[in-house]
């Protein structure tokens, strides 16, 4: 009996770091990856390092898009872009 009254701090612990840490981090991640796999041609994005553009062709092969900006056409990855900004930007604006 003793033996278990020991482990319960390291058990609470775990479990403490569980629901505040690990199960929040794994729900982002399945979002964000749901957002890089329903991205649409004409789609309005940030990517994470902070260019705008717009989605103008998607490539399921190497996972990868090409975003047009007003410097021309560049390709990055589709987890280069950030989803929080990206449903901001698309965000339909409120009317006061």
Do not use: W
Request: with cysteine; proline share 3%.
């Amino acid at each position: 009996m003793e033996g278990l009254g020991s482990f319960l701090p390291f058990i609470a612990i775990f479990a403490v770091m569980y629901f505040f840490m690990i199960a929040p981090q794994m729900k982002r991640s399945k979002q964000e990856k749901k957002f890089a796999s329903e991205l649409t041609r004409g789609t309005r994005v940030i990517t994470k390092s902070g260019m705008h553009g717009k989605v103008v062709e998607l490539n399921d092969k190497d996972n990868s898009c090409v975003i047009e900006t007003l410097a021309g056409k560049i390709k990055f990855d589709r987890s280069a872009i950030s989803m929080e900004m990206s449903n901001k930007l698309n965000a339909p604006a409120v009317v006061k």
